[in-house]
């Protein structure tokens, strides 16, 4: 909530900045709204919910998902290819996940907690497929700033139902450098402003498997790592093995697939 509070003015911002001189249509307006409501309460929201409930590796290693996910539902809504190599990875995939969420395999998981996790999968993956299918009329900041605008305004409307923003501002505002580090500078500059802006930008010209997939790929090795240093979590050996079978899946997804050549002409003998 007080990440949502903070870069809501900003969203909104840069959304009127950079406005189309044309207007949207009807259905503009709602793919707009909806990638809003897949962004705000959606991946933030059931992130910092799924935070709460599981380990912070379970997270990490079940985001790992995210990219064969999002290459079915590019392929249905975007007809996107989906290959039998992608098809390989959602089911190594999927099996690492239940792997993982059945044997409660690091410290601090929770089934519970896990599914949350895999609820904000499903939105993270919607997320990029509705910004691929605006990104070719749109401009980066536009889309961006709109639907941050949606998604973190629906956040602070929570907030204000629930009673709990100014209580969760009130956190930010104590002057150390954690808080200024951390929370200004990573959440709310560069993971919400730059990071939704240069996804969506990246969303205009790479399809949105391929889009998912570089992003996922960073947070599953650098998400473990931190998981296991930063916040002290122990992993248990099927654990790993879950590990090892989502980022055999990741690395499926990122195996290149050759185009079919083009069928030869027939030239009639003369």
């Not at 007080?2 to 307006?29: D, G, I």
Request: glycine share 12%; net charge positive.
């Amino acid at each position: 909530m007080a990440r949502a509070a903070w870069s809501l003015p900003l969203f909104f911002l840069m959304a009127v900045l950079a406005r189309p001189k044309f207007r949207p249509t009807r259905k503009e307006w709602l793919l707009l709204a909806g990638t809003g409501v897949a962004f705000g309460p959606g991946a933030c929201g059931f992130l910092a919910l799924a935070a709460q409930y599981t380990s912070g590796a379970h997270v990490v290693l079940l985001m790992g998902l995210t990219p064969a996910v999002t290459a079915v539902l590019g392929a249905v809504a975007l007809r996107e290819r989906v290959d039998a190599i992608r098809l390989a990875a959602l089911g190594v995939g999927i099996a690492g996940a239940v792997l993982l969420t059945v044997t409660r395999s690091a410290s601090g998981s929770s089934v519970f907690g896990d599914m949350l996790e895999l609820v904000q999968v499903v939105t993270y993956a919607s997320m990029f497929v509705l910004t691929r299918a605006l990104g070719q009329r749109f401009s980066a900041f536009f889309v961006s700033g709109t639907y941050g605008t949606v998604g973190m305004g629906l956040l602070v409307l929570v907030g204000l139902v629930t009673g709990r923003l100014s209580g969760a501002i009130a956190l930010t505002l104590v002057p150390n450098p954690t808080t200024q580090w951390w929370f200004f500078g990573q959440i709310v500059v560069a993971l919400s402003l730059y990071g939704q802006t240069a996804q969506a930008f990246a969303l205009r010209y790479l399809p949105a498997g391929t889009t998912s997939l570089i992003s996922s790929y960073g947070t599953l090795i650098v998400g473990v790592i931190g998981a296991i240093l930063l916040l002290g979590e122990t992993i248990s050996p099927s654990g790993y093995v879950a590990g090892v079978m989502l980022a055999v899946a990741l690395g499926l997804s990122l195996v290149p697939v050759r185009s079919k050549p083009p069928a030869e002409t027939a030239v009639p003998v003369q």
